[in-house]
């Protein structure tokens, strides 16, 4: 995908987007090539796939249910509960 339409649909600055596109090129889960003046980037599945095996085995002990996004009512109170361990 042209990194144009990654910033318009994010509605992100060309230059933020860049910065982290880099920092995604330097970790090995996204590639780039030059299309005329466009830079076209892809996602590197196979990468990312590794990269969620072993967080999944080595910071959620193989459970991936324990890694699951909380979602509704319990993410808000878990959002709030995070806020009052802050403050």
């Not at 992100?12 to 889960?29: I, K, M, Q, S, V």
């Amino acid at each position: 995908m042209p990194a144009g339409s990654v910033a318009e649909a994010l509605k992100l600055a060309p230059n933020t987007l860049t910065f982290h596109f880099d920092r995604l090129c330097d970790a090995g889960l996204v590639t780039v090539r030059r299309e005329g003046r466009s830079m076209i980037y892809s996602a590197r599945y196979e990468t990312m796939n590794a990269l969620i095996a072993y967080l999944t085995e080595n910071c959620c002990q193989g459970r991936a249910d324990q890694c699951m996004p909380i979602k509704g009512e319990k993410a808000a109170q878990s959002r709030s509960r995070r806020k009052e361990l802050v403050t």
